[in-house]
Nanobody
Framework: QVQLVESGGGSVQPGGSLRLSCAAS????????MGWFRQTPGKEREAVTA????????YYPDSVKGRFTISRDNAKNTVYLQMNSLKPDDTAVYYC??????????????????WGQGTQVTVSS
């Protein structure tokens, strides 16, 4: 059974940092591109970042570029999201997801095969 388990969410003041982790099990992690998405009530889920199997390719939208960093440790079957300079607009439930892709990355949610349960990130003073 495939599981993606996020951790590291919480509450932080504007300008603060959080590091999310997503531990994968039940799949061949090195065959999956990984992504982080977020969703707030009343809005569609949006892609935050994605990383290829090797880690050589990454994607960031302008809204998080320069503040967020995705990384992965294939030996530990874990993907990370380092979030710095957090803003209130970053408040959302963050989900990690796995897409079976040996090469490249995707931000298309339809391409992702497995999803975590999500972890809440709240940025507020």
């Amino acid at each position: 059974q495939v599981q993606l388990v996020e951790s590291g969410g919480g509450s932080v003041q504007p300008g603060g940092s959080l590091r999310l982790s997503c531990a994968a099990s039940g799949l061949s992690f090195s065959s999956y591109s990984m992504g982080w998405f977020r969703q707030t009530p009343g809005k569609e889920r949006e892609a935050v970042t994605a990383i290829s199997v090797s880690g050589a390719r990454t994607y960031y939208p302008d809204s998080v570029k320069g503040r967020f960093t995705i990384s992965r440790d294939n030996a530990k079957n874990t993907v990370y999201l380092q979030m710095n300079s957090l803003k209130p607009d970053d408040t959302a439930v963050y989900y990690c997801a796995a897409a079976r892709m040996r090469f490249g990355i995707t931000t298309s949610q339809d391409r992702y095969d497995y999803w975590g349960q999500g972890t809440q990130v709240t940025v507020s003073s």
